[in-house]
């Protein structure tokens, strides 16, 4: 229960009272980041449901593509703008990772950012109601996966740092978990285009695990953050785009 509650906090900014959670927990949490990610997606769902129904159809495309931000604040599509910064800045690998610690968003993570929830915006409003409200939730599950995969296929690229914890053991569990639950939920709610959607993400995973190892040695928290952006919109990409 506790690496649960960890890998809540972790991904989200749900309140969890006063759990403080362990070293020991922070090392287990990855495991349980699909079933975070499943607890995120069935907490949007009614919302989801609610936006579709009653809302305009532009009008609950923006209200689904901004709600994920509700769980994390921004912080992933902060990992987002810092990534783009660092790996479109043509700067030696050293100089990259300073770039993506610094705190400030420069041009290229600010087009990121628009460019992700544009197209987000697009995607679902390109679908119709039913498809609406069940696009959400499960991009919102496979984007915690694709965690996952990344970590396992993953080295940290720094000596330190906040993602550092995660990457001391493989979530060999958290992976066969991951792939269960973005395969068959996105079975049970799209038929074989919902599981392709996330085979498609896991493959996602595992190129961006060797894009960032290219590009900067490894991992980080901000790669991680990036690799959960990016995994939403290539579900909502994969549910339109498969018959």
């Known amino acids: ?10 991904l989200s900014v749900i309140p969890l009272g ?3 959670p362990t070293e020991r927990d922070l090392e287990r949490a990855a495991n349980f980041f699909p079933v975070a990610g499943l607890l995120f997606a ?11 129904r009653y809302f305009a159809p532009l009008a609950a495309a923006m209200a689904l593509a901004l709600l994920p931000e509700l769980f994390t604040k921004g912080f992933h599509l902060d ?12 700067r030696p690998r050293e100089r990259k990772l300073e770039i993506m610690r610094d705190s400030h968003i420069g041009t290229m993570g600010v087009l990121a950012i628009v460019m992700l929830l544009g197209f987000k915006f697009a995607l679902l409003a390109s679908m119709n109601r039913p498809a609406m409200a069940l696009a959400l939730p499960l991009a919102l599950l496979n984007g915690r996966c694709a965690v996952v995969w990344y970590i396992a296929a993953s080295s940290y690229a720094r000596k330190d740092g906040m993602g550092a914890i995660w990457f001391r053991r493989k979530p060999v569990a958290g992976w066969v978990l991951g792939f269960l639950l ?11 285009p919902g ?8 493959i996602f995973a595992l190129a961006w695990s060797r894009i960032t190892r290219t590009v900067i040695g490894g991992a980080t928290g901000d790669t991680i953050g ?11 990409a994969a549910l339109l785009a498969l018959p």
Not at 1 to 10: D, K, S, W
């Open 1 to 10: 229960m506790r690496p649960l509650l960890a890998a809540i906090g972790t």
């Open 18 to 20: 006063k759990f403080n």
């Open 42 to 52: 069935l907490i949007a769902f009614p919302f989801s449901c609610l936006a579709a």
């Open 79 to 90: 990992g987002l703008a810092d990534t783009a910064d660092g790996f479109l800045s043509s």
């Open 182 to 192: 973005a395969c068959g939920i996105g079975f049970g709610c799209f038929g074989l």
């Open 195 to 202: 599981a392709a959607a996330g085979a498609a993400v896991l």
């Open 226 to 236: 990036a690799c959960e952006e990016l995994a939403e919109l290539l579900t909502l």
